[in-house]
């Protein structure tokens, strides 16, 4: 079974500081992906990644930055986390880009800026 | 630019009773579909997909979706619900490059 684990379910933090989400993917799948989902909005794509040390911005990167250093791992950042931040934060990897392939979701870190 | 709107934010429905969710999706090409569950504190779960051939698609959980191409349509049906069947549902479409695109999502309640 494919595993995407994310590095907290909960996490709060506090306005300013700089947050750092993990997600890990145990399928050595090429593509990675991280979306907020907010009530009524489902799930907007922040940022993707089809290799080691690529990225590209997805419809909301504005506040975002990312970070994939090693195939298996990628990794989200705020670098001054906002209150109209908090949200749910989901990662996905998938196997390649060819329109068949399955997204496979974490199951979300639930992030609170005060 | 792709969307996809689910016109249903919630949707009460009692055991054993049929559901239907609606999914209608605007993009230019031939569409990727899916339909995705979120049970409550859980991650999305692909329930069915669908890219080209039998419009009609069997997924997991007794659910099936058929594809209407000429009302821009992808409803999501299961003959007869189930108490674990009470989530969040999504639907989305694909673009270029795996890149997917959700509706706002139907919650789903189930009375006994």
Same mark, same amino acid.
């Given at each position: 079974?494919?595993?995407?684990?994310?590095s907290?379910?909960?996490?709060?933090?506090?306005?300013? @500081?700089?947050v750092f989400l993990e997600?890990?993917?145990?399928?050595?799948? @090429?593509?990675?992906?991280?979306?907020?989902?907010? +009530?009524?909005?489902?799930?907007?794509?922040? %940022?993707? /990644?089809?290799?080691?040390?690529?990225? @590209?911005?997805?419809?909301?990167?504005?506040?975002?930055?990312?970070?994939?250093?090693?195939?298996? !791992?990628?990794?989200l950042?705020?670098?001054?986390?906002? #209150?109209?931040?908090?949200?749910?934060y989901?990662?996905? /990897?998938?196997?390649?880009?060819?329109?068949?392939?399955?997204?496979?979701?974490?199951?979300?870190t639930?992030? #609170?800026?005060? | 630019?792709?969307?996809? #709107?689910? +016109?249903?934010?919630?949707?009460?429905?009692?055991?054993?009773?049929?559901?239907?969710?609606?999914?209608?999706?605007? %993009?230019?090409?031939? +569409? $990727?579909?899916?339909? %995705?569950?979120?049970?409550?504190?859980?991650?999305?779960?692909?329930?069915?997909? %669908?890219?080209?051939?039998?419009?009609?698609?069997?997924?997991?959980?007794?659910? @099936?979706?058929?594809?209407?191409?000429?009302?821009?349509?992808?409803?999501? !049906?299961?003959? /007869?619900?189930?108490?674990?069947?009470?989530?969040? $549902?999504?639907?989305?479409?694909?673009?270029?490059?795996?890149?997917? #695109?959700?509706?706002?999502?139907?919650?789903?309640?189930?009375?006994?």
């Amino acid at each position: 079974d494919v595993k995407v684990t994310q590095s907290s379910r909960y996490l709060v933090k506090r306005t300013g @500081e700089k947050v750092f989400l993990e997600c890990v993917q145990d399928m050595d799948h @090429e593509n990675m992906f991280w979306y907020r989902q907010d +009530p009524g909005l489902g799930l907007r794509l922040i %940022y993707f /990644s089809y290799d080691v040390k690529m990225k @590209e911005k997805g419809d909301i990167p504005e506040g975002y930055s990312v970070s994939r250093e090693k195939k298996e !791992r990628f990794s989200l950042i705020l670098e001054s986390a906002s #209150t109209n931040q908090t949200s749910m934060y989901l990662c996905a /990897s998938s196997g390649g880009t060819v329109g068949t392939d399955t997204q496979y979701f974490g199951p979300g870190t639930r992030l #609170t800026v005060l | 630019a792709q969307s996809v #709107t689910q +016109p249903d934010i919630h949707i009460t429905v009692s055991e054993g009773a049929s559901l239907e969710l609606r999914c209608n999706y605007s %993009y230019g090409a031939t +569409p $990727y579909l899916f339909w %995705y569950v979120q049970s409550p504190g859980q991650g999305l779960q692909l329930l069915l997909k %669908y890219f080209s051939g039998d419009t009609l698609v069997q997924g997991i959980k007794g659910f @099936e979706a058929e594809f209407k191409r000429s009302q821009s349509s992808f409803n999501l !049906r299961k003959p /007869s619900v189930h108490w674990s069947d009470a989530a969040e $549902y999504f639907c989305a479409v694909e673009a270029a490059g795996n890149k997917l #695109t959700f509706g706002g999502g139907t919650r789903v309640l189930v009375k006994p």
